[in-house]
């Protein structure tokens, strides 16, 4: 700009021409399309993603997905199918458990299998949640909300069940719902004989706390144990007979649950995805984290974490639980899970595990995480590097957790199906939801296919997204780079581009690149490098310096060389007609030449930048870049090689050599390799590699956890005792 200036008053403009002519150079140097540049990749990853039936919500989200770090699941209906089967029922009479049933279960358990739930029935159709009425359809009780006989009852009953074996009936009087915190329900039911009861249901780990202790098993915790590390879900019943005078209405929830008889346990068969194994073994090559936040019992998690190679056979998996002192000191204590074939059984690790950290993996429930987050940060910044499954979380502590890990810089995708898992989706920095109804009014993107393979695709084409956006954003910057030299190197013969070559560069060449670049679809492997997300990265600079320099070189060589042809005509003795009529002329050699080759470079310069591996697929497969690189090409060979006369409006010189032709078309060549040259040096050159990572003068790593890694890599032991002991 400086320099124009200078050269205007060289050549005795006025004041006002030159300060215009100047400010007219920033029109160029500012590319009115650098704002499609950043959206148009964007829109072509929501129009994939919606063929693979994907809907976006936030397209802004979309970048993000391309810079995830980890991937928190939660389990039923998302790693497991959504629909629950019958395993068995398990009574518990006398303090015993029975065989394993589906006929002829306990008449008590029947009835708290009949009552216990909150279902309801709309149209003649029982509905409700799936593992209430599988419960229901395992007592073989009929169950109704209409036509109800309220004189039966001394109390008022708003559903009714019928044993039509026997004819007997429970009416429900009264349904304490179910509360995550407390992972418990109750109802309080009475027979047509007065007698009125409740039954409760939720957490083994939580009924029993509420249980006469003199009538549960021996051998509860090794059946719940054995159960659980087959994968089963697990769902206790107890029960207590009322006094008939009891005021039942008024009476506090606590009373109601307390003191109750064990009755048994409801074993549900939650099987895995079969694309399950498959999608999380896909991330983990990508060297992406996969985590499981859950609300079902932690060794029901920790055999799913198996099952679907989260959890590696030969990684160490440490069960963590925490208490609080009376002294205020948290006690942290780390089981040792032995996985056999036969199932898996916990013992008591004393000595600690001395191995590469990378093969430790902790569980553990929502009380210790949250123990562990209020009163150990130290130890909270290891869980959050090795925790991978965390169950008995309820939903406050599941964002609690994609808080806590957002903290240690991780970038997290999270994939949830039901309404317990809406705060996490919204606070995770790319949330999924596997569902029409309430997870996907919370998060960003919502998926028709009820499985997780759309988290692959979407972190495709989130990086696919993201290189697309930086190549055409960088196009579009070179392009006014181009365009800018062009012009200035034209100032200094007092000539300018033609209006009309102004609009085939604009409009027939780049903006047709600029939608064509944008359209190359996403690799089909996810890659364990993640992209390069700044634009004022080292590389992204230095391949601009470069390709900029290459640029001014071979516009200099060109019109060096059309200088020393023998038939030149100096431009000083053509414009000498033209300056005296106060106008700027088009048609000089340099300026013809000038503005072919600055054409090509815009071409050389979109092949430059479609380099896609690892995170795009070849040029080859872009057919609209192939399309647009062909007509551009074929045009701008008809400029070269069709007489000027033919084509007025773009006012080029006549060159009379074919020779020089061919030699202009053999300097766009050497351009074309020269710049891939350099574009490619980076991938595989690595001095040049170790030299630009110099330059960012990187004072260890950026992100927190990778801090914490190197620590414990080099600290070699773990798990690490917390500041209060084991």
């Known amino acids: 700009m400086i320099y124009n200036i200078y050269d205007c008053i060289k050549n005795e403009y006025s004041a006002v021409d030159a300060i215009l002519n100047s400010l007219d150079l920033i029109t160029i140097i500012i590319a009115p399309s650098l704002p499609l540049a950043l959206s148009i990749a964007v829109y072509y990853a929501i129009r994939r993603l919606k063929e693979d039936k994907i809907k976006v919500a936030l397209p802004n989200s979309i970048n993000i997905a391309g810079k995830v770090k980890m991937c928190v699941f939660d389990k039923t209906g998302t790693l497991t199918e959504e629909g629950l089967t019958l395993h068995c029922v398990l009574s518990s009479k006398d303090s015993v458990f029975s065989e394993e049933q589906t006929i002829n279960i306990d008449q008590t358990m029947r009835k708290a299998l009949s009552c216990c739930h909150s279902l309801s029935v709309i149209n003649d159709k029982i509905c409700g949640d799936p593992i209430d009425l599988i419960g229901q ?72 706390l509420h249980c006469n202790q003199a009538t549960i098993p021996d051998d509860f915790t090794s059946q719940l144990d054995n159960l659980s590390s087959q994968g089963y879900r697990i769902i206790a019943f107890a029960s207590k007979t009322l006094p008939t005078d009891s005021d039942i209405l008024s009476t506090p929830r606590d009373t109601l649950e307390s003191g109750l008889t064990f009755q048994g346990f409801l074993v549900l068969a ?94 553990m429930e929502g009380e210790t995480f949250q123990l562990i987050s209020k009163h150990d940060k130290s130890l909270m910044d290891r869980v959050c590097v090795t925790g991978t499954i965390f169950a008995r979380f309820s939903p406050e502590q599941k964002m609690s957790l994609i808080d806590e890990m957002q903290q240690r810089s991780y970038s997290i995708c999270m994939c949830g199906d039901g309404a317990n898992d809406c705060e996490a989706l919204r606070h995770s920095n790319v949330g999924i939801a596997l569902s029409k109804c309430e997870a996907s009014l919370a998060a960003p993107f919502t998926s028709s296919v009820f499985n997780i393979t759309c988290v692959p695709v979407l972190l495709k084409e989130g990086r696919g997204a993201l290189e697309n956006g930086m190549a055409v954003f960088r196009f579009t910057a070179m392009y006014s780079v181009i365009q800018y030299i062009s012009v200035l190197l034209l100032i200094q013969y007092e000539s ?47 391949s601009f310096i470069v390709q900029s320099a290459i640029v001014v070189g071979f516009i200099l060589l060109s019109m060096w060389l059309v200088q020393q042809q023998p038939w030149y005509n100096p431009f000083d003795m053509i414009r000498s007609a033209y300056l005296a009529e106060g106008e700027m002329y088009v048609a000089y050699f340099e300026t013809t030449v000038n503005f072919i080759h600055s054409s090509f470079q815009y071409i050389i310069i979109s092949l430059v930048f479609s380099i896609g591996h690892p995170h795009r697929r070849a040029l080859y497969t872009n057919i609209p870049m192939c399309i647009s690189v062909l007509l551009t090409t074929c045009l701008l060979l008809m400029t070269m090689f069709v007489p000027p006369d033919k084509i007025p409006k773009l006012e080029m010189a006549d060159i009379p050599s074919n020779t020089y032709k061919l030699i202009m078309l053999g300097l766009v060549m050497g351009n074309l390799v020269l710049a891939l040259a350099v574009e490619y040096s980076y991938r595989v050159c690595r001095p040049l590699q170790w030299f630009l990572k110099l330059l960012r003068c990187k004072k260890g790593h950026k992100n927190k956890f990778k801090r914490l890694i190197d620590e414990m890599n080099a600290g070699g032991i773990w798990p690490l005792q917390s500041n209060s002991g084991v």
């Not at 007997?168 to 007698?195: Q, Y």
């Not at 991330?283 to 499981?292: H, P, Q, S, W, Y």
Request: hydrophobic share 40%; proline share 5%.
């Open 496 to 542: 300018i581009l033609g209006d009309y070559q102004y609009l085939l560069e604009d409009l027939a060449i780049v903006l047709m690149f600029d939608f064509a670049l944008g359209y190359t679809k996403p690799a089909k492997v996810l890659a364990k490098k993640r992209p390069r997300g700044s634009l004022m990265h080292p590389y992204t600079i230095f």
């Open 270 to 363: 939650n099987r895995l995805k079969p694309e399950t194994r498959v999608v999380v073994e896909e991330l983990k090559l990508a060297g992406l984290r996969t985590v499981m936040c859950t609300g079902d019992n932690l060794r029901t998690a920790v055999c799913v974490g198996r099952e679907c190679s989260m959890i590696p056979d030969d990684a160490d998996l440490y069960l963590v639980t925490a208490e609080l002192g009376e002294n205020g000191s948290l006690a942290v204590q780390y089981t040792l899970e032995d996985h056999t074939p036969a199932g898996i059984v916990m013992e008591d690790r004393h000595n600690m595990y001395s191995g590469p950290f990378r093969k430790v993996h902790l569980a």
């Open 137 to 208: 359809l395992a007592s073989g009780f009929e169950f109704k909300v209409s036509d109800l006989v309220q004189k039966q009852y001394k109390n008022e009953v708003t559903a009714e069940t019928v044993d039509p074996k026997t004819g007997a009936k429970l009416g429900v009087i009264k349904i304490i719902p179910f509360e995550s915190h407390l992972k418990r329900m109750s109802v309080v039911c009475e027979a047509t004989d007065g007698e009125v009861t409740v039954f409760c249901k939720g957490a083994p780990e939580q009924i029993v």
